[in-house]
């Protein structure tokens, strides 16, 4: 359904925002996206919308080939997907029920099926009862469950969420991830921007780190999420010690992981390296804090 290949992205004025990025989504996953600030997750997302071109590499995302998408495609394109913003970018002067509504009169549906349709995305996310309130008048977490059913209404194949959660309590953060949740049981694909590590701990999805432009990991859904590489690392020596003085013994491994980074050959260095950063070993806490927050 999305996939990427060797794509890298570099701006006029020479920053490189994507360096050869290759993954593949299936139709019905859910992935969230983890990255610091300025790692590349903002470019990912517009190459997604087909707001950027990559510079170089391929892009295919529903069957569309967005490198030669010809521009009355897109719109076409972009319908196939739903958006749900940090910010929520609900038009202040419209009713919940309209701004819903507004989603469905952009692409030409009648009266008669937006009133059969918006109800019953409204109950889908709880927000019957707030149908003809103004956003102001309705609280953070309900404002994000509006704009997750202007998201869904068109019956979009995939959910793109740009960091749902950003401007809520930890509560109703749990409460959009669930109905997240929900939705991709049904099916659609559901990709999750996020920063914050205990919820995509929770729930255990597939996890894509990009860092510097790079994927720095890939973890499959169901992974033991503690032994996530967050970050790419800035002094490779500091953190190869690092990985060995903090990664338990593998028992699969015949080096151990205690034994002085000075006295490995090359070999063993390497073999135990890899194993690390590939997620082998278990993350000690303080490791662990070292990558998320990139402290020595």
Known sequence: ?????????????????????????????????VGSSGSGKSTLLKTIF????????SI??????????????IPYFRRTMGIVFQDFR??????????????????????????????????????????RELPE????????????????????DVIIADEPTGNID???SIDIVNLLNRINENGTTVIMVTHEHELVKKYN???????????????????????IIYRKKNDEEICRQKILSNY?????????????????????????????LSGTFELENDYSKYLEDGEK
Do not use: W
Not at 4 to 30: M, Q
Not at 137 to 154: D, M, P, T, W
Not at 260 to 270: F, P, R, V, Y
């Open 248 to 276: 338990k013994k593998d028992k699969k491994s015949s080096v151990p992981v205690n034994k002085d980074i000075e006295k490995m050959n090359k070999e063993e260095k390497k073999k135990i390296i890899d194993k690390a």
């Open 1 to 33: 359904m999305i996939e990427f290949k060797n794509v890298s992205k570099v701006y006029p004025n020479g920053t490189v925002a994507l360096k050869n990025v290759n993954f593949k989504i299936e139709r019905g996953e859910f992935v969230f996206i």
């Open 50 to 57: 087909r707001e950027e071109l990559p510079t170089k590499g």
């Open 137 to 156: 008048k309705i609280s953070g977490g309900e404002q994000q469950r509006a704009a997750l059913a202007r998201a869904l209404v068109n019956n979009a």
């Open 60 to 73: 295919t995302i529903n069957d569309f080939n967005l490198n030669d998408m010809d521009k009355k495609e």
């Open 170 to 172: 930890p509560e109703m």
């Open 205 to 227: 999805h597939r996890l894509i780190c990009i860092d510097d432009g790079e994927i720095v990991s890939d973890i499959p859904k169901g992974a033991q999420n503690n032994n």
């Open 90 to 131: 609900l038009i202040p002067t419209m009713s919940v029920y309209d701004n819903v509504a507004f989603a469905m009169r952009v692409i030409g549906a009648s009266e008669n099926e937006i009133r059969k349709r918006v109800p019953y995305v409204l109950s889908l996310v709880g927000l019957s009862s707030k149908a």
